[in-house]
C-alpha cells in the first residue's frame, strides 16, 4: 500500500458522508496532535459537520473512529438531526461495519492474556465459516496503549471493579467472523455491530491470530502497513429509510 495514500470521499448525501480514511493518520485530534486527522481533512470540506455534537461533546459528526494504523471506511453525519439518528442505530444494534484482516496463524498467546474463550484455538479456521469471539474489556500495558479481554471468570478471580472493565451494557462485545480463506495467512471477514478500542486487534490475537504487522498485539515487530480494513458499512438512510451498503475491495 503507497504511502502517500490520501484521504477520499467515497459517497455524499445532504446528510452523511462515506470518507476513506489512509492508515497511519488519526480519526480525531489527540492530546499531543492536531492538523492532519480525518477531521479536520473533511471539515476543510465542509466545515458545519465541526458545529454537530456529539457523544460527551467530542468528535462533532464523526459517528466512528478507526485506530492510527488501521484503514478504511468512517461515516460522517452532516446535521445534527442525522448524527443522532445515525447514534440511535449504533446503540441499537442497527449499524454494521465490515472488515477484512489478514492474520498470522497459530502464534503462541502472550502471557498476559487469560486463556483462549471456550472452543479455542480451532486446529483449522479455513473450515469455519461463521463463528464469533466475545469478551468485556479492560485497560493494559504502560500508558493504557493496549487492551486484554475479561470474561465473567478472569474478571472475578482478578477482582476488576466495575470501573475497571469496559462493558456493552447488553452483553459482551461481540466480534463476528463471517468468513474464512486460507493461504499463506488467514484472511476473516468480520463484522461489528458495536465496538470497542482495539476489539478486532485484541480479539483475534487472542485466539492465536494477531493480525500480520500489528506492532501492539503480533509477536514479531510491524513490518508494513497494518493488515485490518473497514471494507464495509450498512445502515438505514437517516432520510429515506433505505438501507445503504457501502464496500470497497479488501486487501490482498
Not at 492465536?208 to 473497514?230: E, I, M, T
Request: neutral net charge; aromatic residues 12%; proline residues 8%.
Amino acid at each position: 500500500m503507497a504511502e502517500q495514500e490520501k484521504p477520499y470521499v467515497l459517497d455524499e448525501t445532504e446528510d452523511f458522508a462515506v470518507v476513506y480514511k489512509p492508515p497511519r493518520m488519526h480519526s480525531i485530534p489527540l492530546k499531543n496532535n492536531c492538523g492532519d486527522t480525518l477531521l479536520e481533512w473533511y471539515a476543510a470540506l465542509f466545515p458545519a459537520v465541526m458545529d454537530i455534537s456529539g457523544r460527551r461533546g467530542e468528535r462533532e459528526g464523526l459517528l466512528h473512529r478507526l485506530d492510527f494504523e488501521t484503514h478504511g471506511l468512517v461515516l460522517f453525519a452532516k446535521n445534527q438531526q442525522s448524527l443522532d439518528y445515525l447514534l440511535t442505530l449504533q446503540n441499537e444494534g442497527n449499524f454494521i461495519k465490515e472488515y477484512s484482516a489478514m492474520c498470522r496463524k497459530n502464534c503462541t498467546l502472550p502471557s498476559s492474556f487469560p486463556a483462549p474463550p471456550s472452543g479455542f484455538p480451532l486446529a483449522e479456521f479455513s473450515g469455519q465459516t461463521e463463528f464469533a469471539i466475545e469478551s468485556f474489556f479492560r485497560p493494559f500495558g504502560p500508558g493504557r496503549k493496549q487492551v486484554r479481554p475479561v470474561t465473567d471468570a478472569c474478571g472475578k478471580n482478578r477482582k476488576i471493579t466495575h470501573n475497571e472493565v469496559a462493558k456493552d451494557r447488553d452483553g459482551y462485545y461481540r466480534t463476528e467472523i463471517i468468513n474464512v480463506t486460507e493461504n499463506e495467512y488467514y484472511t476473516f471477514t468480520i463484522r461489528l455491530k458495536r465496538g470497542f478500542r482495539h476489539q478486532i486487534r485484541c480479539h483475534l490475537a487472542w485466539i492465536g491470530c494477531p493480525v500480520l504487522n500489528d506492532p501492539l498485539y503480533g509477536d514479531q515487530p510491524a513490518n508494513g502497513f497494518l493488515a485490518l480494513r473497514s471494507n464495509g458499512l450498512i445502515f438505514t438512510d437517516p432520510r429515506s429509510g433505505k438501507l445503504r451498503e457501502y464496500r470497497i475491495e479488501p486487501p490482498g
